[in-house]
């Protein structure tokens, strides 16, 4: 695979792949999960707690300050990042917590209904589903969420249309533009799970004219524990909070009452995870320096290396969109006979050949029941793994079902 940059430095970066495990250089494969963190992230977080440690917006002392005026660079750049306005950024703990946020705030009842798809993972899929109707759009047959099943599905109790921007089991990628002018359409807001799109592309909510976006620092080289609300103020204005306190009032009055701040405070209660934020402009700072149109091109090569490599192996049965459909770079797939339990399997990938990779329901049962299986394996990838990784997984694969799956027919 050739990248446009040199993959040795990018390698160096991440000191987790120094580590050995199976007496090897452990193989990551578990990147949609969570990313690798590179040497400048853990760096950004060291020297805050090392050198600074002071808490934000709670004082004038030097440190504070040096603290407040870091920590508001962030809310810029991620402005930045993703299109947006400073004041359209919310930091929230990942993706979970956002899409927490945004089901809370808009109150909804039980006799709402949210539109989502069947492609979603767990975790916009419950906050809905826990306070009012939640409907799923079907897949069509290039294992895309259905556009017109969901316009079907919206009614006059709609409040909200939701969609992944990229599968985290097929990682099929979706038009999300598409979805906007539906949600325009019919006059509900649009909410993107971004989890997983965001460490692979370029996002940029004006151009997808979403309401919400969400996403995790941890997937895209951010340590865990921050993650990002994006909304377009408006629609945030709408939210109220899902948690109140320190730092959300500009006054709390005798009989406490209180006057809540503006955005983003308001929606920010009590101390941030501010090693989390400063390790996150780094995270942004890494991914822009490598460029998405580098981080692309080598996903790419390295998904067509995972597709050539394990497409020779029998006996798999391949999680994916039909050919020709964009994916992010990864590949689940299922082994035919059961024989392996998913998690058995990648444990015996991870403890006999060092290799990492994602076994089990990955948070999205029911489109796993909708594809009638019970668990697959995952491999998913990042720009700093190498097609040599791939063909270790490949050797590694096919002993194990030489070893552990008979082909013969059974009786
Ligand atoms: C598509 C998708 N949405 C949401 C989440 C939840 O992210 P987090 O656990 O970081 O909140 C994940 C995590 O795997 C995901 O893949």
Known sequence: VSGAFDMERVRADFPVLRREVADRPVVYFDNAATSLKPQPVIDAVVHYMSRVSANIHR???????????????????VARFFNAQKTEVIFVRGATEAINLVAHGLSL????????????????ILPWSSRCQLRAARLDEHGLPDLAHAAELIDESTRLITVTA???????????ERWAALARERGVPLLVDAAQAAAH????????????????GHKMLAPTGVGVLVGKQEQLERLSP????????????DDFTYVQRDLPWRLEAGTPDIAGVLGLAAAIDYLERIGFDAIERQNRALTSALDAQ???????????????????????????????????????????????VRGGHQCAHPLHHRLGVPGSLRVSLQFYNTEEEIVHLRDALEQTLRMFVSRAPRA
């Open 59 to 77: 004082g004038r002392h030097l440190l504070s300050e040096e603290a407040s005026e870091a920590f508001d660079a962030v809310r810029e750049k």
């Open 109 to 124: 009842k039980p006799g709402d209904n949210v539109v989502g798809t069947i492609l979603e993972h767990h975790s916009n």
């Open 166 to 176: 990229s599968s985290n089991v097929t990682g099929v990628i979706v038009p999300v």
């Open 201 to 216: 592309h370029k996002l940029d909510v004006r151009a997808l004219d979403c309401d919400f976006l969400v996403c995790s």
């Open 242 to 253: 899902l948690n109140t306190g320190g730092g959300t009032v500009s006054l709390v009055r």
């Open 310 to 356: 394990l497409g020779t192996l029998e006996g798999l049965t391949f999680l994916r969109p039909a050919a020709g459909v964009a994916r992010t770079s990864m590949l689940s797939f299922v082994e035919d006979t059961h024989t392996l339990a998913p998690d058995y399997f990648s444990r015996i990938l991870s403890d006999s050949f060092g290799i990492m």
